[in-house]
């Protein structure tokens, strides 16, 4: 294969790469700053506890930027209502205990949750009851039918009550683990597109320069190479279960990095596809804006995969570009030579 089929294929995964870990360190911030992953868990617990309906109680702006001001009524438990079995358990001490004030963990062990349903419960309740007598009293016909279908015909105790409401939270917890990869993937398209439009991101244009220019090409390749090898360029590893999340500004270095090392790229205001089209009309100048809104979507696309998808696509065109194709050897047939051992039985001696 042609280098230069692969300079412009590494120079355009090096950019897409570079606008993801952008887009990603934004998006990071975004989340830090309105506390998405504790919200998100929030509408987890209240369709996990049969009370959906409290959802449009606790969104909007006004909580968000309640959130953003690190306020306590930012996550809106005193909307739901005395009746709330979420704000109850939410509000438990275990719980709290596990986030500073004014905000909420973005991360409850099933554990924990489980000792705090149960724990409030009792509270309310009393102790010396089986585990369907208090969820009768709780008044959540949906909840007590899904806690007693998962305990099945076993012990009907407290702490039969808490392994299952453990493995229901567990089951609705993988729900919103798949919620927020999506939810994900739709902001990154969004900051990708702001990205692209402010910087003139525009991944046509960048094709065609890069096919039109070996020297950039090669240059562009040349920068996503080092990078990979140097280790400067690597995906963003997820925080473990449970480890502190980064602070919002701890998140806005990491974009403020990202960001100086995409002005680096060949891209940027002016356009050359819009100094073409100066002068010549207002139909040139439409033409040229849709095919900058198409380059500028395509980039924004592009970053919705991620940075793992394009970082994998350097190494295995870094990979290609390196080694070729692989040699055709002509095989020889394998001679086998069978050999017969002698026989090792004795005879035995003849008795006269």
Request: aromatic share 8%.
């Amino acid at each position: 294969m042609s280098s230069h089929y692969l300079d412009v294929a590494i120079g355009l995964s090096y950019t897409f790469l570079a606008v993801s870990l952008l887009c990603s360190a934004t998006r990071e911030a975004i989340a830090s700053l309105f506390q998405t992953r504790a919200k998100l868990l929030l509408d987890g617990v209240l369709t996990m506890l049969h009370e959906s309906g409290g959802k449009p109680r606790v969104r909007g702006i006004i909580p968000s930027i309640k959130r953003l001001l690190r306020l306590d009524t930012g996550f809106g438990l005193d909307k739901l209502g005395a009746a709330s079995l979420t704000a109850a358990v939410m509000d438990h001490p275990l719980i709290q205990g596990m986030a500073q004030r004014g905000r909420m963990p973005s991360y409850i062990p099933s554990t924990i949750f489980a000792r705090a349903f149960v724990s409030t419960l009792t509270a309310k309740y009393g102790k010396a009851q089986t585990a369907a007598m208090l969820l009768a009293q709780v008044g959540n016909e949906g909840l007590a039918r899904t806690l007693l279908a998962i305990m099945g015909e076993g012990p009907d105790d407290v702490a039969a009550l808490e392994n299952a409401v453990r493995i229901w939270y567990e089951t609705v917890m993988e729900r919103i683990t798949g919620w927020y990869k999506r939810r994900s993937q739709l902001v990154l398209f969004c900051v990708g597109l702001f990205y692209a439009t402010a910087m003139n991101i525009d991944a046509i244009e960048l094709s065609k320069r890069l096919w039109g220019d070996e020297q950039v090409a090669a240059q562009l390749a040349q920068q996503g190479a080092d990078g990979v090898a140097s280790g400067r360029l690597k995906p963003p590893v997820p925080p473990a279960a449970g480890a502190p999340a980064a602070t919002p500004l701890e998140q806005a270095a990491v974009a403020k990095k990202e960001w100086q090392m995409v002005e680096k790229l060949p891209i940027g205001w002016p356009s050359a596809r819009f100094d073409g089209a100066d002068g010549k009309g207002v139909r040139a100048f439409l033409g040229a804006l849709a095919f900058a809104l198409m380059g500028w979507i395509v980039t924004a696309f592009a970053s919705s995969l991620g940075a793992p998808f394009w970082f994998d696509g350097i190494g295995w065109l870094l990979a290609l570009r390196g080694s070729g194709a692989r040699p055709q050897t002509e095989t020889t047939p394998v001679v086998v030579q069978t050999i017969t051992l002698p026989s090792m039985s004795v005879a035995k001696p003849r008795l006269d």
